[in-house]
């Protein structure tokens, strides 16, 4: 049987007609292929007609990115559906993490050319691309991580498959066909931002293993980021963390108990840069808890703390129970059998330095408070606490000698000083943000210029006109 085409485009226009505009595959496609080889395929012949593209171009594009995320539409989709897909997080919270990704991370701007001109010419070394990059990114900023490093890859000229955690596959999908349309009206090359429609550890380790993928970038847990590290491919890691704030003293304590119950219940502590213990100087701890209090945290006995551990904690103890992770302060009250009072943001409790709520990362509006007799050993525990992660301390203190000393001994990517932590991803505090923090490769907070490299142009004898 032969089918008249006009009569089969004329079905299919009417089958496009009638779904919603967010449904419409663009001319171009969606950027979302059934397997792994199609997306990356169709990646690598993006970044190759990227390279045809002037730098105007790409802060069109890069615009473009920008203009669709901040849609109030879609912030508001966003920040709703990645609480409800994933099941952790706030709202609110979720909102103000895409606004900032959006509009705060750096662009095209970042990629600055060094050159050397003298009597033998003119050496230029400039940024780079890589071609096509994988993107691995966590359900604990699903949005933020694909907005951020979006920006930040296609402004250093790579195309990027994404890899998303298989809980925020939804909601990933769906903004890599926002992303996709945004791009495609801007005038981009096809399928800069891909990805496939079954997410996995299979489809991951697929990308991973994949001869066009050129750099990896795995924004997640110790396991991927050993992954990627493993690949035997330019890689950069931006792991866990268990940050730890201190309080001394010489801190302003009404200021820094507001900073930290603001900090750690910030997207319910889901951020990897969150407060996670408090180590407090036993001078002004009833003080600072005082504070604490009166700043929507909830204070638990020790018994109590007891029963959450089988609740919140894994079988093995070892970690978070992952049903429990970005959950309420007051869904976890309610779980050992407490009416929280309106207004609860966090739960804290006194607690030895080596209770597992402590060491472990938990990401969840849960802190224990540890007692310390002077300030230098609450540095000392800081640092044991923090694991060598090189990740996100905080410390409140006016001895300028003894940040300097936190500063030095705990050796962290990004260390806040009397503010709550959100502070040093530019949420509030100075500096352009970003939803991927290379402590263990040392990119520290990622940047335009990381997802790029570095090559020099040589012109031997001329275009030296002094
Ligand atoms: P996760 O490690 O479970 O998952 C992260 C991503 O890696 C997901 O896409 C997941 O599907 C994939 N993945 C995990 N193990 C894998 C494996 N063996 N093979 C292939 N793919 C694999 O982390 P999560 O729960 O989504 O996120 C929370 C963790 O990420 C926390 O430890 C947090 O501190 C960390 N984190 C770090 C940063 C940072 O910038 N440093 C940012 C956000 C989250």
Known sequence: MTIDPTLLEAAVRKVLAALPADEKPSASGDGVFDDMDAAVAAASTAAKNYRACSLAERRRFVQAIRDCM????????MAAQAVIETGMGDVAHKYLKNKFAAENTPGVEDLETSAWSGDHGLTTVEY????????ITPTTNPT???ICNAIGMLAAGNAVVFSPHPRAKNL??????????????????????????????ENTNKMIAHPDVRMLVATGGPGIVHTVLSSGKKAIGAGAGNP?????????????????VDGASFDNNLPCTAEKEIIA?????????????????????PEQAKQLESIILNAKG?????????????EILQ????????????????????????????MMPVLGLVRVPDVDAAIELAVELEHGNRHTAIMHSRDVKKLTKMGREIQTTIFVKNGPSFNGIGIGGEGYSTFTIAGPTGEGLTRTRNFARTRRCVLVDDLNIR
């Not at 780079?128 to 993107?135: K, L, N, P």
């Not at 070892?318 to 007051?330: D, L």
């Not at 407490?338 to 709520?357: K, N, S, T, Y």
């Open 335 to 362: 779980a050992i059998g407490i009416e929280p009072p309106a207004g609860v943001r966090l739960v804290v409790f006194e607690a030895a330095a080596d209770h597992p709520f402590v060491v472990h990362e938990l």
């Open 281 to 301: 100087v036993d001078s002004i701890a009833d003080l600072l808890k005082f504070n604490l209090l009166k700043n929507g945290a909830y204070e638990i006995t």
């Open 172 to 201: 990933s999908l769906w903004q890599v066909r926002k992303l996709n349309k945004a791009l495609a009206a801007a005038g981009a090359p096809a399928n800069l931002i891909v990805t496939v429609s079954d997410p996995s550890i």
């Open 70 to 77: 901040t849609l109030p539409e879609n912030l508001d989709y």
């Open 318 to 330: 070892t970690g978070p129970n992952t049903a429990w992770v970005g959950k309420p302060a007051c």
């Open 128 to 135: 780079s691309a890589y071609g096509v990059i994988g993107a």
């Open 244 to 260: 730890p704030v201190v309080v001394d003293e010489t801190a302003d304590i009404a200021h820094a108990a507001k900073c930290i």
């Open 144 to 146: 933020e991580t694909v």
